[in-house]
């Protein structure tokens, strides 16, 4: 069950906001609104490398509709970062296979534990497959969700299942690219490289092009979960997903209506994959928007919000119509 607040170093939200939950002994960091009298749930999923502040902008306009919760899965953000046990390597209760079940069940968890009711799933990048897999557990559970919606959806394209799409240089690399990820003094010295403050400032460039969001704020954030001891752990684990569950996979299987919010000028995921995804039945509605980047939520919330909010609360009509 939930446990008594917990301090932040970083004054983003209100410290009335701040909870610490226990889940499978291990400490996770979560933003949960006041309830009020709202009768919805929004549950937000950040995406790689990413933690609950990345919807900074956009925790308080949605707790005018919703009750919100924000998580930082296990091995990012403010929450426990266990050591990493990749699939090829011997189970020990002392590590962890990262991957999107675990994300997923932790999401399935945190709706169980605070007994969430009417909840909707909102995922960036990888959260969204996480938010996605959380959505499919909860139907297999009788108690889906009323919507997903999806933001920048990640399409993990180094995932085995789509080799005979990489060029064949590439391809034939990937063996080697494989072997040299899973040994941990390569990681480490990746994620060392990788977690200063200049490369993240420089990344997130790249992944806003209109560079607004792009503050000392939002680079202190992000740098500061990479200073935690185990954080080069929960990398190691990501970086050698190389099967695991796709975004068009858990579309065509999910009934859970599903929303999509693109950035046009995403460097990452090109923003034809999710026209293409019009084509899912679950697949109700898809809004791009010219010029915006991996993050949109960050990078423009003023726009987002309201298209977030009105995503929502379609959601919610279209289950409410389907149980009549």
Partial sequence: MPSPKSESVLSIFPQEWLEEWKWRDH???????????KLQTAVLIHGFGACKEHWRHNVAPLSEHFHVLAIDLLGFGSSDKPKSRLASEP???????????????????????YKLKNVHLVGNSIGGVVAMRAAEILEA????????????CAQRAIDDKLVSEQPPLRALARPLLKQLVSQRWITETLFRNLARPSVIRSI???????KAGVDDQLVSILHSATQDPGARESFRGFINLFNDHLAPELLERLNTPVCVIWGEADPWEPVDQAQRWATF???????TLPGLGHCPHDEAPEQINPILINMLETDTKNRDEENE
């Fill in 141 to 152: 559970k009788k108690i889906p969700s009323k919507g997903i919606v999806l933001i920048d």
């Fill in 204 to 210: 997130l460039k790249l992944a806003y092009p209109t």
């Fill in 27 to 37: 400490r996770i960091s979560i933003v949960r609104t006041a309830y009020t009298n």
């Fill in 91 to 113: 189970r020990d209760e002392n590590n962890t296979l990262y991957c999107i079940d675990l994300w997923a069940e932790q999401i399935v968890s945190l709706i169980d534990d």
């Fill in 281 to 287: 039945n679950s697949v109700h509605q898809i809004k």
